[in-house]
C-alpha cells in the first residue's frame, strides 16, 4: 500500500514526464504525493564574484517555487494532497534523505539520459537513488530522441526567460 509518494522535479521536460505516472500513482492508491527540487550548488570557475553568484542562486529559487507552487495548485484541484519542499545539496543524497526523513513509499523519478563526459562530470542520479533508497524507486526512462527534442525546448525556455 502506498501512503506517501515523492516524485523529483528540476524544471526539465525530462523530470516533468515523471509527474504523470507519480500522480496516477497517487490517485489509484489516495496516496499523499511530495514533489521536491534539489537546488544543487554550483561549482564556479570564473571570474564572478560571490553577489552574481548570490543572484543567480535567487533566481534559480524563485523559479523552482514558482514552478512548484502552480503543480502543487494544480494538483490540488484535482483532489489530490500534495506538498513541495525545495531543499539544498547534492541530488542524490538530498532525494534519498528526504525519503528517509519522510518515510516514503515510493520515489518516482526521471532519467535524464546522461552519457559520456556529461554522465562522468555529474554521475547518474538515478543510479545512486536505485543503488541507496530506502523504497523501490520508479524510474521513467528518456528515448533517445525525446533527449534533442527535450533539450532544445529547455534551451528555448531559459533563453526566453
Not at 537546488?39 to 560571490?50: C, H, N, T, Y
Amino acid at each position: 500500500m502506498l501512503k506517501k509518494i515523492l516524485v523529483t522535479l528540476d524544471g526539465s521536460e525530462f523530470s516533468e514526464r515523471a509527474l504523470p505516472y507519480a500522480v496516477e500513482l497517487a490517485q489509484k492508491f489516495s496516496a499523499e504525493l511530495e514533489m521536491i527540487w534539489v537546488l544543487q550548488p554550483a561549482i564556479i570557475m570564473s571570474d564572478f564574484g560571490a553577489t552574481a553568484y548570490e543572484n543567480l542562486f535567487y533566481l534559480e529559487e524563485k523559479e523552482a517555487t514558482t514552478y512548484l507552487r502552480a503543480r502543487q495548485h494544480e494538483l490540488q484541484e484535482k483532489g489530490l494532497t500534495v506538498h513541495y519542499k525545495l531543499l539544498q545539496g547534492t541530488v542524490a543524497d538530498v532525494i534519498i534523505n528526504q525519503a528517509i526523513a519522510d518515510n516514503v513509499d515510493l520515489i518516482v523519478m526521471s532519467t535524464h539520459g546522461r552519457s559520456g563526459f556529461s554522465r562522468w562530470i555529474y554521475g547518474s542520479v538515478a543510479t545512486k537513488v536505485l543503488q541507496h533508497s530506502p523504497c523501490p524507486v520508479f524510474l521513467v526512462r528518456v528515448q533517445q530522441g525525446e533527449k534533442a527534442k527535450a533539450k532544445a525546448a529547455d534551451t528555448e525556455k531559459s533563453m526566453a526567460a
